[in-house]
């Protein structure tokens, strides 16, 4: 339900505090993205189908965000909202489709979380084995969601300024090995690794499924939007800064690491973190425990992102009639969606808890939990896309819509498309949970329909 709706509805006064300035909304889109992750985990992943070819992957994957980052922009002018894009959607095809889009977002932000959180949990098991201590099943998987969960319920300014500071510093340490590897390959290294000859086409698909998850969470600017000062000016300067940002990084991170990835033998590049093991290689000894540092600033970083974009989506579905309207009260001190917050995190907190007692390893986790959120997020994107081509914009001509919404559609339902190929037959269990997870979303709108309307 976007504010517009909201403000049309006596005796409803605006509940959120509205605190923040354009660093804290910014801080909130690059931290969910998770700027280090991808550097750890995801272009070593990306680099061991796609070799050389994984800047390739990243490069198209940017144009495509890039995209439906311009199409997010269009609604600079609509009223901000809890439900962050979803409200975005709403503007164009309605309340009830609107309500769909912010349980998709639920389901992307809850999906992403827990793949950030599974990995979270193992650094610290690492850490507790540095240190002599036993590591125990689960201990640092529930210690930091329940550390992220107390930031989100405070005030809202700490916890972003928090993910700011965490994401500098580990993108800092992981420019050092950038630096690194360059200074050991020197030029024709890094040449190397820009001459793609030789690679498939099925190289670069499977890859860019990766590179596209890489930047899931920059539209999270959005669920701020009742919290900014300025949201007309805040958010879009988040969602364009954050995957510009991103994109430089990524893009130039793919070609680097990738070169030093190829240095490792084949059972190192395999392992969990092969990025630590890179830095060993190059560096002082204890390099690596750096980049695990980093990485672990990283995953807690967007870890808290995602949380925070989860109880607002989760907020604004209670104020809607979709959840519990019990989870649309905030909190009497620091003015934050405490009850959505607590009761959308510690339900996922128990699946994550039981997948991993049931064997699941962390990277079979990451893959499946992170190909759930690349579904739900390519839907909503779809949704504003075709919102942006059936809305009449203030400010924005009839030709720009159609453009820019036209190609942000083509885009994502390529992107769709070629992820949906490489998951059917593999992930069908991933593909049957989202399916009947939608449906209960569906279910839910349905039921909350008159009251979305009114």
């Known amino acids: 339900m976007t504010a517009a709706t909201k403000a049309a509805t006596p005796a409803s006064p605006p509940t959120l505090n509205r605190c923040l300035g354009p660093v804290a909304v910014t801080a909130q889109a690059v931290a969910t993205v998770g700027l280090t992750l991808t550097a750890v985990i995801n272009i070593p992943e990306a680099a061991r189908s796609a070799g050389h070819a994984t800047w390739i992957c990243y490069a198209i994957a940017l144009v495509a965000i890039l995209l439906v980052a311009e199409t997010l922009v269009l609604f600079r002018r609509e009223p901000g909202s809890a439900s962050g894009i979803a409200g975005y959607v709403e503007v164009g095809l309605g309340a009830a489709v609107g309500a769909v889009a912010a349980w998709a977002l639920l389901l992307g932000y809850g999906g992403t979380m827990l793949a950030c959180l599974v990995f979270f949990g193992s650094y610290i098991n690492h850490l507790l084995s540095l ?24 005030d809202v300014r700490f916890s972003t300024h928090t993910m700011l500071t965490t994401e500098s510093i580990s993108v800092v340490i992981v420019l050092v090995l950038c ?8 030029a024709p290294a890094d040449l190397a690794a820009l001459n793609p000859v030789g690679d498939t086409a099925l190289q670069v698909r499977s890859g860019l499924m990766v590179a596209v998850l890489s930047f899931i969470g920059f539209e999270s600017a959005a669920t701020l939007g009742e919290e900014s000062l300025h949201p007309e000016r805040a958010v879009p300067r988040a969602i364009r800064l954050s995957v510009l940002i991103a994109g430089v990084l990524f893009l130039f991170w793919a070609v680097v690491l990738t070169e030093g990835l190829a240095w490792l033998p084949a059972a190192e590049r395999s392992t969990l973190d092969p990025i630590a093991l890179l830095a060993d290689r190059l560096g002082q000894p204890g390099a690596g425990e750096w980049i695990r540092a980093g990485a672990f600033l990283c995953l807690f970083g967007s870890t808290l992102g995602s949380l925070n974009a989860l109880g607002r989506v989760a907020f604004d579905l209670a104020e809607g009639g979709v959840l519990p309207r019990a989870l649309a009260q905030v909190h009497p001190r620091f003015r934050t969606p405490a009850n959505a917050l607590v009761a959308a995190t510690l ?9 991993e007692l049931r064997g699941f390893t962390v990277s079979q986790l990451f893959d499946q939990l992170g190909g759930f959120a690349v579904l739900a997020f390519l839907l909503v994107y779809g949704l504003v896309a075709v919102a942006a081509l059936t809305s009449s914009l203030p400010g924005i001509s009839q030709m720009r819509r159609q453009l820019v ?50």
Do not use: D, E
């Open 131 to 154: 240190l002599g201590g036993q590591p125990l099943p689960l201990i640092g998987y529930l210690v930091g969601g329940l550390g992220c969960l107390l930031l989100a319920r405070r």
């Open 179 to 186: 630096g690194l590897v360059l200074q050991h390959g020197g």
């Open 347 to 355: 339900p996922l907190l128990a699946i994550g808890a039981g997948l």
């Open 405 to 454: 919404g036209g190609a942000s559609l083509a885009a994502v339902a390529a992107v769709g498309l070629g992820f949906l190929w490489s998951v059917v037959g593999h992930q069908n269990t991933m593909l049957l949970i989202f399916g009947l997870l939608l449906l209960l979303g569906l279910a839910l709108v349905a039921r909350a329909r008159p009251s979305l309307a009114s």
